[in-house]
């Protein structure tokens, strides 16, 4: 993958490749962002990424040795071409919206990181537990209780935390978003689907994307 041109010169890490766009120059250029191969599981990336919200767990495969696991080395490569400051994350698995900054350009070890700790950090409220279906609610709970038994489990040395370190074990009665996404806490892919984003959020921006999540890593 090293030897890839469209790697080094495209997506390289660091600041020496192209604009970094801010909220402004969105509003204004309205220009078209493509996303990182990586996170639409184009086949020049070489790299599938496995990246677990619910632990924080990150690493992949390559297609050509898929029995092998290899680590998230692209984690400082620009999420998307123009660079930009901030990124709009909404999922179809979840009612919230995740902002995804830095001012360097957000990078795809941002998406997960934040990711990661928006979804472990935060807690469902009262009005957003009371908004679903009482069948949502117990199901919640359920995944909730498991989830908080498995970060028990892995204070002791099991696989929780992977690249970005594990997550906080939680209080009891205290639900977080992650419980919300029941098993699907697997990345997919990340795609732009301006007809839901209007739909779901009113308006739409270059910089919003939708996040496919799934209920297993392949």
Known sequence: MANDPIRVNKWAAGSSYGPILSQTDLYLL???????????????AGFILIFNLLTGYTGGFNDNQTDRDYPFQATGEPATIPRVQELCIITERSPWCTIVRNEQGVNLGDICNTMHR???????????????SARMMERIK?????????????????????????????QPN????????????????????????EQRLGFTAPNIFVMKLETYAN
Not at 30 to 44: F, G
């Open 30 to 44: 309205k220009p078209v962002l493509e996303l990182h191969p990586i996170l639409t599981k184009q086949p020049q």
């Open 118 to 132: 928006e979804y472990t950090e935060n807690i469902i409220s009262e009005p957003e537990m009371l908004a679903t």
């Open 142 to 170: 359920q995944v909730a209780a498991r989830n908080a038994q498995a970060a028990v489990s892995g204070a002791s040395g099991q696989q929780w935390g992977g690249f970005y370190g594990g997550a906080a074990i939680p």
């Open 174 to 197: 205290r639900l977080k978003r992650v419980d919300w996404l029941c098993e699907a806490h697997y990345f997919d892919n990340m795609t732009k689907e301006d007809r839901y984003i």
